[in-house]
């Protein structure tokens, strides 16, 4: 069963990665803390609507203490990812991102005690090689439209997401083990994403009001990001970090041939043979 929720994890998941591009894009990039602010804010009240609909109450105290660490990394996850995409293209920094399952996997290892077998090795090398072929490829590609100096810093902003997401994974997993409530996790840690969002904004006077665009692309990837949530979150309470993250990774491959289709993003020769080894890589370790 955590195998069916993973997949459906990863379907909704390259969705999402796609609207995140184009939300990326938008008005030079400088719009990303209202679009997760506000991404966050439809998620959170989309959780409530649920929660009272089904008539449980609203505070679950085992799952409050975890709202405000998980908060924190579900934010810098995610910005950092929406950083790495304005200079980059979506197939490469999603790539990158979404292989952030080597760095869960060890982490299981170590403070969760999950087993590393040689065939999790062996998955691991080749995710490694295909970062290596896919950062070599973003280099020598003349159609993203930014220069060296900015592909450069969205490779390092697509690493920097790689390792808080591994550490928002095994949090995850440490909370799911303490008894928290899925439902209530999700609306507390996007109410922390949506304080924090705010005060940033704030902070910098910039507008709250987003263009409509921005609007319709924040309600969309809300959507799809709370369906992705539910199936991971279900998936990780009765499954195994190493195996379900994995399986969730799997969403880049769907995302870069999205990106080809309506982006119109180039898929070139080393990006398809860095797309095939992340693949095996994931089908050795999932």
Not at 3 to 26: E, H, P, R
Not at 53 to 58: C, D, E, F, H, N
Not at 64 to 80: E, K, Q
Request: net charge positive; with cysteine; hydrophobic share 55%.
């Amino acid at each position: 069963m955590e195998k069916l929720f993973a997949v459906l994890g990863m379907l909704t998941n390259s969705g999402k990665d796609t609207i995140f591009k184009i939300a990326a894009g938008d008005e030079g990039g400088t719009r990303t803390t209202l679009f997760y602010g506000l991404k966050g804010s439809i998620i959170a009240v989309l959780a409530l609507a649920i929660l009272l609909i089904q008539g449980k109450p609203l505070l679950h105290l085992t799952t409050l203490p975890w709202a405000v660490p998980i908060g924190i990394l579900t934010l810098a996850t995610y910005t950092l990812a929406l950083r790495s995409l304005v200079g980059g293209d979506a197939s490469t920094s999603i790539t990158i991102f979404r292989l952030n399952f080597v760095v869960s996997t060890a982490a299981a290892a170590l403070l969760l005690g999950e087993a590393i077998t040689l065939r999790k090795l062996g998955g691991l090398t080749l995710s490694l090689s295909a970062i290596i072929i896919f950062f070599v490829g973003s280099r020598g590609d003349a159609r993203v439209a930014s220069t060296r100096r900015l592909r450069t810093k969205s490779i390092l902003f697509a690493l920097l997401a790689c390792f808080c997401a591994s550490a928002l994974n095994t949090t995850n997993k440490f909370a799911l083990n303490a008894g928290v409530s899925i439902l209530h996790l999700i609306m507390y840690r996007y109410v922390v994403v949506c304080a924090i969002s705010a005060a940033w904004l704030a902070a910098s006077r910039q507008s709250f009001v987003p263009s409509r665009r921005l609007g319709l692309t924040s309600a969309s990837c809300a959507v799809l990001m709370l369906a992705s949530l539910l199936c991971t979150l279900n998936a990780l309470s009765i499954g195994e970090v190493s195996v379900v993250i994995p399986i969730t990774s799997l969403s880049f491959l769907f995302t870069a041939v999205l990106s080809f289709l309506f982006l119109k993003e180039r898929l070139s020769a080393v990006k398809i043979v860095g797309i095939a080894l992340a693949a095996a890589s994931i089908v050795i370790i999932g």
